[in-house]
Each structure stands twice: as structure tokens, then as C-alpha cells.
């Protein structure tokens, strides 16, 4: 797939030259760049899933508990 972008010669600048720093081209900075985005966003939404969950019902159990629990002591 191919993308384009509108980048001011500021933005073209800075982003050419931070992939240059980094050893990569700017495709593959880029690319990196929305594939962390995606999932710090999806980590996120995890998180907040997990955490409402949580509030709505904070009961929690040690290790030994769920051994004992699930028969393997």
C-alpha cells in the first residue's frame, strides 16, 4: 500500500532527519510510529476494561488461594 502525506518543508525536515538519526528511512519510521500509536491505543482500552472490572467487582486472591482453589498443592 502506498500512503501520502501534506508536510509542511518544517515537518519534512524534522521527520527525515530524526529517521536518519534512528538508522531507518522514513517509510519504516513511520510505519513504526502508527504501529506503536495502534497499540499503546489498544493497551490502553485493555487497561480500562480490566480497571472498571475491577471497580465493579475488587475481590482478589493470592496465588496460594487459586492453588489451593484449582487442586494443584
Known amino acids: ?5 501534506r508536510l509542511s518543508d518544517a515537518d ?6 530524526f529517521a ?8 519504516e519510521l513511520v510505519r513504526q510510529s502508527v504501529l506503536d ?3 499503546d491505543e489498544l493497551d490502553l482500552k485493555a487497561y480500562e476494561t480490566a480497571l472498571a472490572e475491577y471497580r465493579a467487582q475488587p475481590d482478589t486472591y493470592t496465588l496460594d488461594d487459586m492453588e489451593k482453589e484449582l487442586g494443584l498443592l
Open 1 to 5: 500500500m502506498t500512503i501520502s502525506l
Open 12 to 17: 519534512t525536515l524534522l521527520i527525515k532527519s
Open 20 to 27: 536518519e538519526m534512528n538508522g531507518l528511512s522514513v517509510s
Open 37 to 39: 500509536r495502534i497499540e
